[in-house]
């Protein structure tokens, strides 16, 4: 029954750090724009307060995986996916600030 006890306590501090360990310490990178790479940084974002679920929704990402939705400017500036925030008001904004994203290599 211990034996049980300790093996589930080990199980939910696995998980646990595998959620955290995700969107913090991990960066994914997007390289298709013409305007140079963008990083997108989960410890910045986490570390902002932003939720999961603030960008992991039906109307923004809904999957966690990388490559499900085309990100576009046209999206961006019309205040959608990166432009929810990205819009000078919960965070910089994205029509003034192309180097803050994108850098060439
Ligand atoms: C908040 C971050 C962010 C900012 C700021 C930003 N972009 Fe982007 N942009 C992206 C992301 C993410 C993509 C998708 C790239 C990909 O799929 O590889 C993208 C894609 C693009 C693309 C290719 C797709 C398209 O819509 O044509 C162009 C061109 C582009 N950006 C230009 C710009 C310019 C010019 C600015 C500044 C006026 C800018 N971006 C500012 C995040 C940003
Ligand atoms: C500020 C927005 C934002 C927040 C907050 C966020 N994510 Fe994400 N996440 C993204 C985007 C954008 C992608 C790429 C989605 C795509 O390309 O379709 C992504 C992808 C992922 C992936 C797949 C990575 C890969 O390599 O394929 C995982 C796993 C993930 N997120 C987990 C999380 C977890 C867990 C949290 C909360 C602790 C979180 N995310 C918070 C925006 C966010
Ligand atoms: C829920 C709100 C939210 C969403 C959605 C969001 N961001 Fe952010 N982002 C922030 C906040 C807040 C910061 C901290 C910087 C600030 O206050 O302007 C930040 C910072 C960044 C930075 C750091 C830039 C620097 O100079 O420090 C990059 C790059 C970035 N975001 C890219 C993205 C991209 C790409 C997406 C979409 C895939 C995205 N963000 C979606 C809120 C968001």
Known sequence: ????????????????????AVPAKKTI????????????DGTIHKEAG????????????????????????????AGNLCGVCHNGQRAFDAKSNCARCHVKQ
Do not use: D, R
């Open 50 to 77: 932003i939720k999961c679920k603030e960008c992991h929704n039906s109307g923004m990402f809904p999957k966690m995986k990388q490559g499900t939705v085309k990100i576009t400017m046209e999206e961006i500036y």
């Open 29 to 40: 990178e997007f390289n298709e724009s013409p305007m140079g790479s963008v990083t997108f």
């Open 1 to 20: 029954m211990q034996k049980l006890s300790v093996l589930i306590v080990a199980i939910l501090f696995v998980s646990a750090t595998v959620a955290l």
